[in-house]
């Protein structure tokens, strides 16, 4: 097949998951993560990644912080603006209970008849490089057809960095009393975001404490006064699930950034080139990666990451074969 006749194919195949709906888009999630190695999917990949549309929010933070509910919370705000909406919940393989699906942890009270809100679940799987390599994909799928894609993922640790790599707005979320977080923030354990919330406000003085304290945190990780893009502080908001206080503040202000964000052309560009670098160090070691890296076309992968990962793949595999030693 030629590039133009797989260009043609993956936008058809991409236009058959739009048509589909929700059913269409879990089944091509499923296959895509069934077949990273079949050339039909990357190519219907690739068209949806020069389809993309969406922005992707990463909401981040320590285990039990209220991020899930926070989730639920703001996609009832974004669809009221008549935004529409698709969540990706990674759920730390580490904390899976004997393959229990996510279930009840999502926390997500959506009417599942309502075209606009889809949910996937997805295990972190950590050791075979965590969330870049495993949510990236069905990211760039679901953002070509959503206005919002958020991504609720657990950590202080790996997962906590790599949502930078992945997301358009990072949004750490704290709770009152949360030491811990702040002591990460100040040790520059946790990546600096664009926006941190604490979350549970309903706790009264405790919730305004954390917030000071989060203020104080990110300056010093800063190093700068709390600098974050273009030299302004790191805007440090309250809210409640609960009581629904200081939600709609927070939609406005992550709409107010995309809005302001604009072309986010480059900053996918580098989102792609980190996917391709981590999926073929998972598989051939930073040596082989070294070796295979003059394959990767900065030109071709910003037209079709997928196929060329693929292409790169398929070689890194063959000069296996013949002996070459990745590590
Ligand atoms: N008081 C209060 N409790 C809340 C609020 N939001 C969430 N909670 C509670 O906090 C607990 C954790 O909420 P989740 O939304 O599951 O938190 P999470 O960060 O998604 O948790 P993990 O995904 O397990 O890391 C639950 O018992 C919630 O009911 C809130 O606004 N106020
Ligand atoms: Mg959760």
């Not at 669809?79 to 730390?92: F, L, N, T």
């Amino acid at each position: 097949m030629s590039d133009a006749e797989a260009d043609a194919a993956g936008a058809a195949a991409l236009e058959r998951v739009r048509a589909g709906g929700k059913r269409a888009l879990a089944q091509a999630l499923a296959r895509c993560e069934a077949r990273p190695d079949d050339p039909a999917q990357a190519a219907m990949l690739d068209a949806a990644w020069r389809a993309a549309k969406g922005h992707a929010i990463g909401l981040t933070g320590p285990p039990g912080v209220g991020k899930s509910t926070l989730t639920d919370a703001l996609i009832r705000q974004f669809r009221a603006k008549g935004a529409r909406v698709a969540v990706i919940a990674v759920d730390p393989s580490s904390r899976r209970t004997g393959g229990a699906l996510l279930g009840d942890r999502t926390r997500l009270t959506t009417d599942p008849a309502d075209a606009g809100v889809f949910v996937r679940s997805m295990a972190a799987r950590a050791a075979l490089g965590g969330l870049a390599t495993t949510a990236w994909p069905a990211l760039v799928l679901m953002r070509a057809l959503f206005d919002i894609v958020i991504v609720e993922t657990v950590g202080v640790g790996q997962s906590e960095t790599e949502i930078a790599d992945v997301a358009d707005t990072v949004v750490f979320c704290a709770q009152p009393g949360a030491g811990d977080a702040l002591q990460y923030m100040k040790a520059g354990i946790i990546e600096i975001p664009h926006l941190a919330v604490v979350t549970k406000a309903d706790m009264g003085a405790p919730a305004q404490r954390a917030a000071a304290d989060l203020r104080g945190a990110l300056s010093l990780a800063a190093g700068d006064g709390g600098a974050g893009e273009g030299g302004a502080a790191i805007p440090v908001l309250t809210c409640s699930a609960g009581t629904g206080e200081g939600i709609e503040a927070l939609a406005e202000a992550l709409l107010e950034r995309m809005a302001k964000l604009g072309d986010l052309n480059d900053s996918r560009a580098r989102q792609a080139t980190i996917w391709l670098r981590r999926a073929l160090i998972e598989g051939f070691g930073s040596e082989g990666f070294a070796r295979l890296s003059d394959c990767l076309d900065p030109v071709e992968s910003r037209h079709s990451p997928f196929l060329l990962a693929q292409r790169v793949w398929r070689r890194g595999v063959v000069a296996l074969s013949v002996g070459f030693t990745p590590q």
